[in-house]
């Protein structure tokens, strides 16, 4: 596949500003969307740039500014913080002189990219933000994801009684191992782009491999 570089006006200047905005966005104390999950997304989102030929200028600041206002799990607001998210980050973006031309192209790449939304990715730059976020829930990252949510949401890692869910209802709001039955081993039928679907099968198998490990241990 012939590749090409991901470019934006003036990338330095711009990757440097969001880089600093969204230190101060994401604290570190929800560790499953802080800082260095935003770096992995952006990271993420360059390199699928870089093979599926996506407009970088829409991608960058979406995939910095996904998640501007995180709204909590259970929270009935929820199905909405994407759309939240894009409204607040136009306007930072009008504040620090973005090019408008891309303001539409930035706002539905950062609506469509939460699962609980449910919107379509209805464009490519769109969906490789979608995918770079569901990438960073699989994976080692992925792992650790799940267990540092389950912490903050003292939901203990497994059910003490039936860990494999044989003779009761996955329930991830209540076991941490449940989330990847229930949510996570799917995400991968949710991918657009082949880049990310053969990303997302290699970080499935790890989680799988992760797994059988867990039911030697407990």
Known sequence: ???HT???HDEKKWFQLFSNKARVLYPPTDPAHDYLHIMRVVNTAKNLCLHE???WNVVLPAAFFHDYINVPKGDPRRPYASQLSAE???EYLKSVGYP???YEAIRHAIEAHSYSANIKATTLEAQ???DADRLDSLGAIGIARCFATSTMMSR???AEEDPWAESRSLDDKSYGIDHFFQKLFKLVDHLNTPTAKKEGE???AFIKTYLEQIKREI
Do not use: L, S, W
């Open 202 to 204: 290699h970080r499935i």
């Open 53 to 55: 030929k996506a407009d």
């Open 156 to 158: 203990p890692f497994y």
């Open 6 to 8: 991901p470019t934006v």
């Open 1 to 3: 596949m012939e590749n």
């Open 100 to 102: 408008e031309k891309y």
């Open 128 to 130: 490789i933000v979608q």
């Open 88 to 90: 607040a980050a136009i």
